[in-house]
Nanobody, 129 residues
Framework: QLQLVESGGGLVHPGGSLRLSCAASGVALDSYAIGWFRQAPGKVPEGVSCIRSSSESAKYDDSVKGRFTISRDDAKNTVYLQMNSLNPEDTAVYYC??????????????????????WGQGTQVTVSS
């Protein structure tokens, strides 16, 4: 069974950077699209970024384009989210999630939560001076 564990969250000043990791165990990630989602207090969860494979274009929410970069290392069964130029509006619990997409299926990843079957427990990111 696929299990996902996020790490790398913490407290950072505005303008700072963090790199989140999503480590998978139990199943190889190469047939999974991975998405990063976040939920701030009192707000609905939102898709931040997703990636199906390293050879395909990743997707980003407009609020993080140019600041966040998603990448994956299938050899390490890990997906990363590099977050730069952080601002207080980025404060949230960040979750990674996995969406199984068989190789023959042509759809890409999505920033909608519905298709994602497995979720991590989340890691807190706080941006504050």
């Amino acid at each position: 069974q696929l299990q996902l564990v996020e790490s790398g969250g913490g407290l950072v000043h505005p303008g700072g950077s963090l790199r989140l990791s999503c480590a998978a165990s139990g199943v190889a990630l190469d047939s999974y699209a991975i998405g990063w989602f976040r939920q701030a207090p009192g707000k609905v969860p939102e898709g931040v970024s997703c990636i199906r494979s390293s050879s395909e274009s990743a997707k980003y929410d407009d609020s993080v384009k140019g600041r966040f970069t998603i990448s994956r290392d299938d050899a390490k069964n890990t997906v990363y989210l590099q977050m730069n130029s952080l601002n207080p509006e980025d404060t949230a619990v960040y979750y990674c999630a996995a969406d199984f997409i068989p190789p023959a299926v042509g759809r890409g990843c999505t920033l909608q939560a519905g298709p994602y079957e497995s979720w991590g427990q989340g890691t807190q990111v706080t941006v504050s001076s």
